[in-house]
């Protein structure tokens, strides 16, 4: 499952140990690296094993996956912001170009240097408690009252499907940044796996913080 010479035999250790005595577990990333994603899913399967729910382990990581991309999409677009490309956050078909542009094969350790420079990191918690699993993306970028009524709206919408093909084709959001698909997705995967979207919430601090949170049941 994961590539053994991308972990360390130390943060391996350091993983087994923290799962095993149910310590919380952070982990930072500043772009989207392979090494950081396959502790997360050394982690992650380390937890759901022992658990006896590995076969949770797909449609988990998927919805994991997805946030942290959302996340790197709103850090990226705050140093577009914070650097003068983007100067009109209402011209969303160029907020998307622009934010495609710098997160690409080519671009990423550029834009991994830059995230570290204005302080910009994706965390990614995990901890467990009452035989449940609590993941929660955080990122350092803000969002305002009306993205959240959409970000609520979509994520209501949505679990009402099954198919995520099918929502997209009915609900069509051409102003969602490349994100408001991946929070779709979330939905539906947790749907397939008889887990509520009620246990998965978008918040924000309205300052320098978006929370995006899942509550997976272990039991």
């Known amino acids: ?56 382990f797909t449609p988990v990581y998927s919805c994991i996956k997805e946030l942290i991309s959302n996340a790197t999409k709103a850090n990226a677009k705050r140093i577009l912001v914070i650097e003068g490309d983007i100067q009109d956050l209402n011209n969303s078909a160029d907020i998307v170009k622009k934010v495609r542009s710098i997160l690409n094969e080519k671009s990423l350790l550029e834009y991994g240097l830059k995230t570290k420079k204005y302080g910009l990191s994706t965390r990614i918690y995990f901890k467990v408690y009452k035989k449940h699993l609590s993941i929660e993306v955080i990122n350092n970028m803000p969002l305002t009252k009306k993205e959240m009524d959409k970000i609520n709206d979509r994520i209501k919408k949505s679990s009402k499907y099954d198919n995520i093909a099918a929502f997209f084709m009915e609900n069509p959001d051409p102003e969602a940044e490349g994100m408001g698909l991946g929070l779709s997705m979330v939905v539906v995967l947790l749907k397939n796996i008889n887990i509520t979207h009620k246990n998965f919430a978008v918040t924000t601090n309205g300052i320098d913080k978006t929370y995006a949170k899942l509550l997976i049941p272990l039991s």
């Open 1 to 56: 499952m994961q590539k053994k010479n991308l972990i360390s035999e130390q943060h391996q250790n350091e993983i087994i140990t923290a799962v095993k005595n149910e310590n919380d577990m952070v982990f930072i990333t500043y772009s989207v690296l392979e090494r950081t994603e396959e502790n997360i899913k050394f982690a992650l399967a380390k937890i759901l094993e022992k658990h006896n729910r590995f076969d949770l």
